[in-house]
C-alpha cells in the first residue's frame, strides 16, 4: 500500500507541476488579451527588456523618474537575461510565458529538492501542493510582469544548493537571485543567516554572502540608482519614531491578517523553523513599514519574494519532525498541510487560478475583439499617447502613459477609449479624461483622425 502511494504520489506531483505551469501561462495569457494587463507595471518591464534586445538604452515612461533609464526607479540588471527572447519574437506575452513557465520550474525544483531531503514522494508532494496553492504566489504569476516573480526559480535553486552542499552553485545562483533587485539584499542577509546555521562548516561562506547582500543593497540604493535618477530613491519608508515603527508593523488590522494567512497557508510550519524565520520576518516588516497598502495583503506580486523560503521552511521543519514522531504521525501531518492548502486555495482565498478550469474566463476574451479592431486602426511608426491598459499594445515604439498636460509631449497620436465600466487602473495618472477629450477636440493642433462611440485616435495635424 505504500508502496503503491509512494510512486502514484510521484506521478501526480510531475501532474501538478505540469498542470500548475500551462494555468499560469493560460490565465496569464488571457489576462493580457483581456486588457487586465498593465503598462504599470508589464510595459516598464517590457520595454526595457525589448529596447536592449535591439542595443538601445532601456529608457522608460515613468510618473516620477519619466524618460529616465530604467535603472532611476529599481535596479535588476537580471531581467535581460530575457531580452533575447525578442530575437525571436516581437510579442510582448512572451515575458509573460516565461514568468509561469518559471515558478513552474521552481515549484519541480522544491519537489526534486524534497524527495531529497524527506526520502518519500508523498511527504514531498504535499509540500509541493502548499506552495502552488499558496494564493500569494498565484496571484503574483497573474499579476502583469514582476522580475521578483521571476526571481522565484534562482532562489529556490540557491536552497537546492544549500541543501545539496553545491558551494560554486550556491554563490551562483545567490548573485543571480540579488541581481533581480536592489531591495533584495535584505533576502540576501537573510539567506546568510540560514546558511550560518544550517551549514555550520559554510559559515566563513556566509559571513562573505551576508556582506555582499549587504554591500549590493549599500551601492544600488545608495549610489547606482540615485545617479540616474538625479539624487531620488522613492521606496525609501518614512521617518518614524521607535513607537510609530511598532505601531506600524501591527496596524491597521490587514497586516496581522495577511501574516496569519502567510503562515496557515503552510500549516504554520515555516513559523517554527527558526533559521528562515529573519527572511520571512525581515520582508513582512519591510512591506508593512511602506505606506503603499498594496504591500500589506496577498495581492499584487508582493509574496513571491517569500513563497519559495515558506515553502522550504515547511520542508525542513517536516525533516526536523521526521527524526522526533513516529511515521504515521509525519504522514499524517503531511495529509493534513495537503488538505488545508487545497482548502484555503478552493474555499477560503478562491485562488486565481480557478480561471484556468473556468470556461467563461476563456469565453470572455472574445469579448474584446472590438478593442483588438480599434487598435488595428492605429496608424504604425507613430509616437503615442494612451492609456493604461492600451499602452502595452505599444511598448515596440515610443509611447506615452495618457496626462493631462498632453500638449507637452506633442505625440503624434493619443488613442482613447473612454467607455464606462473600466478597471479605474486603466486611466492611471490621467485625471480628467473629459477634461482632456474636451480639450482635444477643440484643440487646433489635433484632428480625429477615427472615432466610434467612445473611442477616439486623435492625430497631430
Known amino acids: 500500500m505504500e508502496r503503491l502511494l509512494e510512486k502514484s504520489s510521484h506521478v501526480l506531483a510531475i501532474l501538478v507541476c505540469v498542470a500548475f505551469m500551462i494555468c499560469g501561462v493560460a490565465v496569464s495569457l488571457h489576462r493580457f488579451w483581456q486588457y487586465e494587463t498593465q503598462y504599470y507595471d508589464f510595459g516598464i518591464f517590457d ?27 529599481h535596479f535588476h540588471p537580471a531581467i535581460f537575461l530575457l531580452s533575447p527572447l525578442y530575437w525571436l519574437t516581437d510579442r510582448s506575452e512572451v515575458i509573460l510565458i516565461v ?19 524527506l526520502k518519500s514522494n508523498f511527504l514531498s508532494l504535499a509540500v509541493l501542493v502548499s506552495y502552488v496553492a499558496f494564493v500569494g504566489l498565484q496571484n503574483a504569476i497573474i499579476t502583469d510582469f514582476h522580475e521578483v516573480t521571476v526571481m522565484t526559480l534562482p532562489l529556490m535553486l540557491c536552497y537546492w544548493a544549500i541543501l545539496t552542499e553545491r558551494k560554486r552553485a550556491f554563490l551562483f545562483f545567490f548573485v543571480l537571485t540579488l541581481a533581480f533587485k536592489e531591495l533584495l539584499f535584505m533576502l540576501g542577509i537573510g539567506l546568510a543567516i540560514f546558511v550560518f546555521f544550517y551549514r555550520p562548516k559554510w559559515r566563513k561562506l556566509a559571513l562573505a554572502a551576508g556582506a555582499y547582500a549587504a554591500l549590493w543593497g549599500l551601492i544600488t540604493i545608495k549610489l547606482i540608482i540615485p545617479y540616474f535618477s538625479e539624487g531620488l530613491y522613492q521606496y525609501t519608508p518614512p521617518a518614524r519614531s521607535i513607537g510609530e515603527i511598532l505601531a506600524a508593523l501591527v496596524s491597521p488590522a490587514v497586516k496581522l491578517k495577511t501574516t ?7 500549516l504554520f510550519l515555516p513559523l517554527f523553523y527558526l533559521p528562515t524565520l529573519p527572511i520571512l520576518l525581515m520582508n513582512l516588516a519591510s512591506r508593512f513599514l511602506s505606506i503603499n497598502s498594496n504591500l500589506w495583503d496577498l495581492g499584487f506580486h508582493y509574496n ?97 502613459l495618457l496626462r493631462q498636460n498632453y500638449e507637452d509631449y506633442q505625440p503624434e497620436l493619443i488613442v482613447l477609449d473612454l467607455r464606462d465600466g473600466q478597471n479605474p487602473n486603466n486611466l492611471m495618472g490621467a485625471g ?24 477616439y485616435i486623435f492625430q497631430k495635424k
Request: proline residues 5%.
Open 99 to 117: 514568468q509561469a513557465v518559471a515558478v513552474g520550474l521552481s515549484a519541480y525544483v522544491l519537489y526534486r529538492m524534497s524527495q531529497g531531503v
Open 432 to 455: 480628467d479624461v473629459a477634461n482632456i477629450l474636451m480639450r482635444l477636440e477643440q484643440d487646433p493642433h489635433y484632428e480625429v483622425l477615427y472615432h466610434e462611440g467612445q473611442q
Open 260 to 266: 496569519f494567512n502567510i503562515f496557515w497557508s503552510f
Open 47 to 73: 520595454t526595457a527588456i525589448r529596447r536592449v534586445a535591439v542595443f538601445q538604452p532601456p529608457v522608460i515612461d515613468h510618473f516620477i523618474v519619466e524618460d529616465k533609464l530604467i535603472w532611476a526607479d
Open 304 to 400: 513571491a519574494e517569500i513563497a519559495p523560503t515558506l515553502a522550504v521552511s515547511a520542508l525542513l521543519m517536516i525533516a526536523f519532525l521526521q527524526k522526533k514522531l513516529p511515521r504515521p504521525a509525519v504522514l499524517g501531518l503531511a495529509v493534513v498541510l495537503l488538505l488545508n492548502s487545497l482548502f484555503l486555495y478552493r474555499f477560503v482565498f478562491r485562488g486565481p487560478f480557478g480561471l484556468g478550469y473556468n470556461p467563461a474566463f476563456y469565453a470572455h476574451t472574445q469579448d474584446f475583439a472590438y478593442l483588438n479592431e480599434f487598435l488595428a486602426k492605429v496608424p504604425t511608426g507613430k509616437t503615442i499617447m494612451t492609456q493604461n491598459n492600451l499602452a502595452v499594445r505599444f511598448t515596440d515604439r515610443k509611447v506615452k
